[in-house]
């Protein structure tokens, strides 16, 4: 089993849909990350969370440490916002020893005019 | 100011060959960190470097090898290629090491061995 499971792996909705994107992860964390990717890889970061709730524009994104669990949401979906969004955890180590981040496999989201 | 940059964007190389990636961090930044990208897949953490001294490993063979320069660039080496390191290869950057800093990727290198 993946440290990091998101669902759904593929969504399709229309323009103005509320999106709901989730995370859930196994291990303990020091924070989680909500990334973009669009088609030819880069990688965009969006928020970088620990605690709570945090939004930017029309992305919001929320966490529960005890439920181990995070969902972005995006409201009013426009086609521009079709990308790869990935869940990514900054593993706790024994040690503290640098570990790199532990990534979901991504959710696909197109957003159709 | 520029961001995370990699060279070179693609390559294509042959099975036993070896292969050398570039990144440079963004101004300031001391940490650089290199995923590898498999189609579909999320990014697997090969290395992290701060102040020229690796701080942290992934589960990676040893025909991998990273390296960070007085300036904070950084190479990643590849040495004997399979077919399956064909991947897009991220490199990140930080101001300093641990989970409390956001990382910042570069646009990656897509390596495809034939």
């Known amino acids: 089993k993946n440290e990091v499971e998101q669902s759904p792996q593929n969504l399709t909705a229309q323009e103005g849909e509320f999106i709901t994107i989730n995370c859930s992860y196994s291990?303990?964390?020091?924070?989680l990350h909500w990334l973009q990717q669009h088609p030819g890889g880069g990688i965009v970061s969006l928020f970088m969370?620990?605690?709570g709730k945090k939004k930017h524009g029309r992305l919001i994104a929320t966490i529960n440490i005890q439920e181990k669990h995070s969902s972005l949401h995006i409201t009013a979906s426009h086609p521009r916002d079709s990308a790869v969004y990935i869940c990514?955890?900054?593993?706790?180590?024994?040690?503290?020893?640098?570990?790199?981040?532990?990534f979901g496999k991504g959710t696909h989201l197109i957003i159709q005019p | 100011d520029a961001g995370v940059t990699q060279s070179p964007t693609h390559l294509i190389k042959t099975r036993g060959q070896h292969v050398t990636l570039r990144c440079s961090p963004i101004?300031?930044?001391?940490?650089v960190s290199w995923y590898q990208q498999v189609l579909g897949q999320g990014p697997q953490f090969i290395f992290q470097?701060?102040?020229?001294?690796?701080?942290g490993r992934g589960n990676f063979p040893d025909r991998f090898s990273a390296r960070q320069f007085p300036n904070y660039s950084s190479e990643l080496n590849v040495n004997a290629l399979l077919l399956g390191d064909s991947a897009l290869y991220l490199c990140?950057?930080?101001?300093?090491?641990?989970?409390?800093?956001?990382?910042?990727f570069g646009p990656g290198t897509r390596l495809t061995v034939t």
């Open positions: 990140a950057s930080s101001p300093g090491s641990g989970p409390i800093w956001e990382q910042y």
């Open positions: 291990v303990g964390i020091s924070a």
């Open positions: 969370l620990s605690s």
């Open positions: 990514a955890v900054s593993p706790l180590r024994a040690g503290g020893g640098a570990d790199g981040l532990t």
């Open positions: 101004s300031g930044h001391k940490s």
């Open positions: 470097y701060y102040e020229k001294e690796e701080r």
